[in-house]
């Protein structure tokens, strides 16, 4: 069968024309993939948004959790020992020479132990400081004032290996640390709090345990009562790390947080 | 009125748009256009006088004109490759492939016709230096609104002329023994009227674009 020239005429401008449709189409799917690059770009910028909100909110909690310690250790402390110094200040007969020198000896005493809690919490104050000299010193800071209670026995290891992630992480991971200890004292009964910092190439970790009451993890959050705990989930999240919670009544809870850093 | 064609009045209201658009353009590259658009106008008036009043073929025209349009739209599109780091090398081989083609087809042709090979293989080069640009544009993670873009306008009219072109191109042979036999008019006359209509009102959105760019953001 022949094929008239007119047919083959015809057909070169049908496919003209198919050539024509093909950059249409083209062109539709870059704008629409473009679209799409500009609603991802948004998302991003929307993430890093709440991400630099989160930084800003742990920020003020451990300026907050800072000033908490001073106000119960200017009650607790400092201002028992200034009582005790006035009491026996208020004591002394100057008549009774032999008592006197013992009285001044122990204002003497307790003056210097009062200098030497204002400068503790003078160092206390300066929250950035505390995490700029890195995660594990922040932390052995911040058990010292634990230990003070003498409530807990309290236990902290770690394989000497500094944490390599940025300092917003490191600060979000102070503050986690800093939410497991709050839980611990207000809520788990415990005695023993034990601390474990493990660090190599590719990750940090950070377990803490204790030995108290415990709870149900699963009903705490079926509940939503768990508002911490949700935090401490979501917190981790948001450094790319994750957290374990394991915990059953009476056999105390253990918060693992691992921070891969790729 | 023989001078009043589709090709004839889209490229003069897109030479006028480029004029208006870009005239204070700080960039030579898109100052460029007015200087090309006016060549083509007087190329196409003068094909027209050439083919119409003195009687004879118009392909030397074209021959001529087909230099400059190989040359400004190559230097157009490695214009914008070069924020992408694109070597001048490329560009430089691509000059000399394309001139030794020209030469050889017009030695081929003894000067007696129109250097069709050279201008199929031309399109299709700057078909695939648009695809090129698109393939960049979607690797490019930094978000820029295309719908607003003035070279992405300019390489979407270019790809709809040169793909388009491509099939009349390959068959323009052919076209011209037979068309006007088979038909009362001629088929590749009605695709490139259409083709210079499109190409030249995405050129012209492509100059407002710029414009409404540097208005906006003043170099």
Known sequence: MQISSKEIISLIGLTSIIFLIAPLFLILYVLSYNRRKKKYQEETVMLQKNFDTELLKTQMEVQEQTLKTVAYDLHDNIGQLLSLTTITLSSINLNDNKNTAEKIALVEDLTMRSIKEVKALSRLLHGEEIISRGLKAAIEFELEWLKRSDKFQVSFTHNNVPFNGDSAQETILFRLFQEIINNIIQHAKATVININLQGDVENYKMIISDNGVGFDVKKIFARKAGMGLHNIIKRSNMINGNAAIISTPVNGTTVTINLPYK | ?219
């Open chain 2, 1 to 219: 009125m023989i001078f009043f064609s589709v090709s004839t009045v889209s490229e003069f209201i897109c030479f006028l748009v480029a004029l208006l658009c870009l005239y204070k353009d700080k960039d030579v590259a898109w100052k460029l256009f007015i200087p090309f658009l006016l060549l083509t106008c007087v190329v196409e008036i003068i094909g027209i006088y050439v083919r119409e009043f003195v009687r004879i073929p118009n392909y030397a025209i074209y021959n001529f004109y087909i230099l400059f349009e190989c040359v400004f739209t190559s230097y157009f599109f490695f214009y914008l490759y070069k924020s992408y780091l694109y070597k001048l090398k490329w560009l430089l081989v691509w000059f000399a492939l394309f001139v030794a083609m020209y030469i050889a087809e017009l030695v081929y042709n003894k000067f007696g016709n129109f250097v069709s090979v050279t201008a199929s293989v031309m399109s299709v080069v700057f078909v695939l230096a648009s695809l090129y640009f698109y393939y960049v544009k979607l690797k490019d993670e930094h978000f820029e609104p295309l719908v607003y873009s003035a070279p992405f306008w300019w390489v979407s009219g270019t790809l709809f002329f040169y793909f388009g072109s491509t099939v009349c191109n390959n068959f323009s042979k052919y076209l011209a023994m037979y068309e006007i036999i088979a038909y009362k008019y001629s088929v590749r006359y009605l695709i490139f009227n259409l083709l210079n209509i499109i190409m030249y009102i995405f050129w012209s959105y492509a100059f407002i674009c710029r414009y409404r760019q540097r208005k906006s953001f003043p170099l």
